[in-house]
């Protein structure tokens, strides 16, 4: 049992993080009407509440400093192989979302990686993050170290001197009150394996660390809220050697903000209100320079590539100062002009919004002393110095600018680069590649990058179903679909708070956001309404009758709120409780008594009120209970005697148990670490047992027992991270916990082993491997059965259909303790020549399996016949393609596919893709576009991004709907079904081209949707054969020519035969190859053109000929060979020609165009495809010059065009 004096404890524990907020959602938050959005959420307010929600009441500080010795006992425990009585078999599977992530304030590009693809990021919330290729359009992120996953990482910075040798700093002091302590300095040794805490910066002098800078001899300056420290051995000693008294002229705070080198080596450090410059490598300081704004805060930016520039973006109250530029080293500052944002609700003298102690960046290119970025809420760069403003983003996309998360903390880039910018924020991190364009563009790179802080979350009641929401600080509330990582659904903006699933009738669905500002979905979260209350705090602690359908709140001082008709209405009521004491931390509804509630204080209390939904009766049961937040009321079902209460404060024991209603309680802490819990959930099998969300996980007990009470980590497939929430489905006993810095996690530590499995890309094209997940409850092991014959015993195996169709597929676990088997679980569409007709299958009558859909959320598209207005009927015949047959509006955050066939497009020729459609959808935010893969749907790309006759409607030019801004998509409303046509012929010569009809939707208003019917592709007659041509070449090998060819997908091949021409024209068969028909296959013929008794010269060319066992062939591209050394290394052919050629070339060709006999240009090809030209128009017959621009050079050759 744990015995402390107020304020110590034999073991302690530090926060992991702390939430800020500032409003601003991620995607796209349109509420009810179009331009309403959730206003600013306050993140002084967030980091109040969690202050009081953790301080040690004893010393009125959160004592972050503890989780040092915590941490180290947990070790210790499984190092000594007592891992205490942690309940068996308890493991978490991470569900994201892997597209959203959380509060980040720094970057660093990694020096000991030449590519520059290595790079470092710290989340406030969720530890330390590294990707090995930020290139990547979806980066893979390694979260770093086991403690990592609850520091408050603040920057990270490198040893130019030993590349090797990295810091990095934690805490946040911003604010200018009493914030959360970090945990010093931590360094690394071997680039970034492995991290300690520097020991002499363990205490008070570092508890809020703000930068950090590393000079080229191996100096370590870190800007402090005791001043700037400096240290010349690595950490083992420090000095402070900026802030008040050191006799520094005009070093009136000890807050240091900001610190930064300038090229000549100069330090640049600032204090709350001053800027000071060192010219010894921060051993000593000089005056305060002379600015001509008042300032608090103070972020500096010094350029590169001169020594003498430097930047200084400057606060006041809150809201941004000024921008101050020194072309002199300091000697002189002048203001420039402040940007302003396009946004009326953010003012424009202040593009922070009154926000500029907590997001506030500046940033200089390294190779330009005049461009500079700064970030507020949204990003600007100016070009000429401060004078004069572009904007770069938007937080929400609007106003014509591109979207990026809102409130920007760092700004960083590349070294060296000019082009490769990096911007950290609420939303994750960002990447530009032109940052040295007018207007840059940025790409998230957040993918994968798994930091959301959730405060809450939900589950759906029915059993073994994958659908959960949850409640992200400055992030929305989300929707999950699966059970495995990936991308959740933004459904409402602004901070996301509690959220409930009704567990009698899930169709009900609610979120929230702060104060007591509601959302409700009555469709299973197809889409929400808006529904609004007053009072409440910052997040508001809520708890839903699911029989009484009642949701009750917070609502102030000695007060709670009920919404008594919440499926439905919006009628809501106070109800004064004089016996709270204060106002709501904690309600739980009791499963037991109707309209029982047992509420939580900021007192300390536990109240349990009767007739809560009239004419209620309050009973103060806290008699013994320790004053601090309770923060959870745990109730057995089937017995409101026995509750168990959770406190979030350090300082003070923080698991309360009663056997009797609240006449009598016990501590249940054991050897539990000195540390916040905010949850906890009783073994609904074993009342005796119980799991609890800590400042350090999940922690576990098999024995609750008061002071004797036994605890152990629980965190297998989790982190040392801070847990806010847990909720069980009662139906089959599954958990969810919501995390404060690495998203959501579910375990299977109450259910019976249950087989349960997904898959991604589960609707692809043969030869593309399926990706499967089991999402089994209890699996020791695993037998597949993929329905094509294969198996396979691994956990999460990846499969690679051969044929297309569609296939059943089944999961036994356990050696067959249970098995689920789907029916027509996997479309594997199939390869199509050209043309391809409405006969053939574009009609949806006949080949039926010739499409398919792909659903990532939303509606799906489905086949048939609707009735529903706006999308019913068809073109003609009996079938179209409809998103939602039978629903009457389409779901909100829809993105669903239609995926066609995979067509051969290799000939050249002109290619028409046309269809038939009709829809109705939100106009201006929802719709469809087209767009094609030639890798299989490997990758996509959008059928063009601009209004175009009989093509696309609608230009997307504010940024706020559905598809990226300027780009177009089908918009609107059409009545009719109406034909729509595009060229395609751009797409000649691709062995491989898919199409699919991407719709989306939006976060609100809806409508039927859309149908199409009757799709076609016109062209040159491509048979589809069961094969892919990788490589086809012809090499001169001695005297005679080898011809060699490598081949995929081979299915029902027959033979390849080698035909041989001397003039390009005429083929003769030499020899053939019988098919091997595997799945990846070698061939060589070679042709002995030594023995041919008339000897061979110039040139001679190849191709092949390749026959299915139906009888049906296509052929290769050509291959040429020179025969004579002296031959010209570039030529083309056919020639004459009618209007197509060939360009026989060993490198790329890029380019060719035709000039008459004056010199004009008469026609160009910039897309040569397979060395193939089509000359499109009506180029008279006559002699022209052929210009062939290859990679390697220019070449000109005389052509005759006949008629």
Known sequence: ????????????????????????????????????RPEEDGPREMLERDIRMMKDPA?????????????????ELWRQQRPGAALSGVTWKNFGPNNQGGRSRTVLVDANDATGNTVWTGSVGGGLWKTTDISAASPAWTAVDDLMGNLSISDIVQDPSNTLVMYLSTGEGYGNIDGIRGLGVWKSVNGGTSWSQISATNNSNFYYCQKMAVTSTGVVLVATASGLQRSPDGGTTWTKVLGTGLGITGAASNFCYDVDIAANGDVFATLNGSVHRSTNAGVTFAAAQTLPITAGRIELATAPSDANYVYALCENGSAVAGVLKTVNGGTTWTSQTEPADADPGIPAADFSRTQAWYDLTIAVNPTNRDEIFVGGVDIFKSTNGGSTWTQVTHWYGG????????????????????????????????????????????????????TAQFYSCAIHPTAQTSYYLAGAQDNGSHQFTSNSIAGSVQVTGGDGAFVHIDQDQPQYQFTSYVYNDFYRSSNGGASWTNVTTTGGDFISPTDYDNTGNILYMCDGNNNYRRWTNAQTGSTFSQVAVAAFNGFVTAVTVSPNTANRVFFGTSSGRVVRVDNANGAATATNISTGLPAGTPTCVEVETGNDNHLLVTYSNYGILNIWETSDGGTTWKSDDGNLPDMPVRWILLNPSNSAQAIIATELGVWSTDNLAGGATVWGASNSGLANVRVDMLQMRQSDKYVIAATHGRGLFGSDVFTTPTSLFTATNKTTYRNMAVQFNSESYRATSWSWDFGDGNTSTAENPSHVYANAGVYNVTLSINGGASSLTKNSFVQILPNRGTPYSIAGGGGFETNTADFGPQTTSGTAWELGNSAIAGKNGTHAGSAAWVTGLTASNYADNGDASLLTPNYNFTLPGTYTLRFWSKFATEAGYDGFRVEYSTNKGASWLPL???????????????????????????????????????????????????????????????????????????????????????????????????????????????????????????????????????????????????????????????????????????????????????????????????DRITIYSPSTVTKVSFYDAAGKMVYQDNAVRNNQVLVKGDLPKGTYILKIETITGVYRQKMVKMD
């Open 399 to 450: 106003f014509g600018y591109q979207y990026a998360h809102a409130d920007q903390h760092c700004i960083r880039f590349k070294p060296g680069s000019n082009t490769i910018a990096y911007f950290t924020n609420d939303g994750g991190i960002f990447q530009t590649s032109n940052a040295n364009a007018a207007s840059p563009t940025l790409t998230s790179k957040g993918t994968n990058y798994i």
């Open 1 to 36: 049992m744990r015995n402390f004096s107020p304020g110590t404890r034999a073991f302690s524990l530090v926060v992991i993080t702390f939430a800020f907020l500032a409003g601003l959602s991620c995607s796209n938050p349109r509420q009810a009407n179009q331009s309403a």
């Open 944 to 1138: 063009g991004t601009t209004v175009a006759a009989g093509w696309y409607n609608f230009a997307n030019t504010v940024g706020d709907a559905s598809f990226p801004v300027n780009e177009a998509f089908f918009n609107g409303t059409v009545a009719a079904y109406t034909q729509y046509t595009r060229d395609v012929s751009f797409l000649a010569g691709q062995g491989n081209v898919s199409f699919r009809l991407r719709f989306k939707s939006d976060v609100n208003t809806n409508a039927a949707g859309v149908a199409v019917d009757d799709f076609e592709i016109l062209g040159p007659e491509n048979v589809s054969l069961p094969i892919q041509l990788l490589q086809f070449v012809a090499e001169k090998q001695q005297s005679d020519v080898l011809v060699k060819w490598s081949t995929a997908e081979e299915t029902n091949m027959n033979r390849y035969l080698v035909e041989r021409s001397t003039d390009g024209i005429l083929f003769t068969q030499v020899g053939q190859k019988t098919a091997l028909n595997g799945a990846d296959n070698q061939y060589q013929f070679t042709d002995m053109i030594s023995a041919l008794p008339v000897r061979l010269s110039g040139y001679v060319y190849y191709r092949l000929k390749m026959l299915d066992k139906d009888g049906s062939y296509t052929y290769s591209s050509i291959a040429r060979v020179a025969l004579n050394e002296k031959a010209d290394i570039v030529t083309a052919g056919p020639n004459p020609f009618k």
């Open 59 to 75: 010393l009125g500080i959160v004592p972050t400093e503890r989780l040092v010795a915590a941490k180290a006992y947990r070790d």
